[in-house]
């Protein structure tokens, strides 16, 4: 495995391992928001799931892409 490399040279800007409690957090508010529009008016609009979630505030902050000419060779290596 010493020569394996990434296929896609995309790697999280931050060194958090996971956005898993980040992700349950909001898919649970959102889905409890829907919950109470259904009981209370079933035929208004849905919520937009951006109004729950913000991608700049999860412990990962969005992703870079280490192309060409880039020294980051060490986050590249599986």
């Not at 495995?1 to 909001?26: H, L, N, V, Y």
């Not at 008016?41 to 969005?62: A, I, Q, T, Y």
């Amino acid at each position: 495995m010493s020569r394996s490399r990434r296929k896609t040279p995309i790697c999280g800007i931050t060194t958090a391992a996971s956005e898993r409690f980040d992700k349950q957090t909001w898919h649970r508010s959102f889905r409890k928001a829907e919950r109470q529009r259904l009981a209370s008016d079933p035929f208004s609009e849905p919520h937009h799931f951006r109004e729950f979630c913000n991608d700049w505030l999860m412990h990962k902050d969005g992703k870079y892409y280490w192309g060409p000419g880039h020294s980051g060779a060490k986050w590249l290596r599986k």
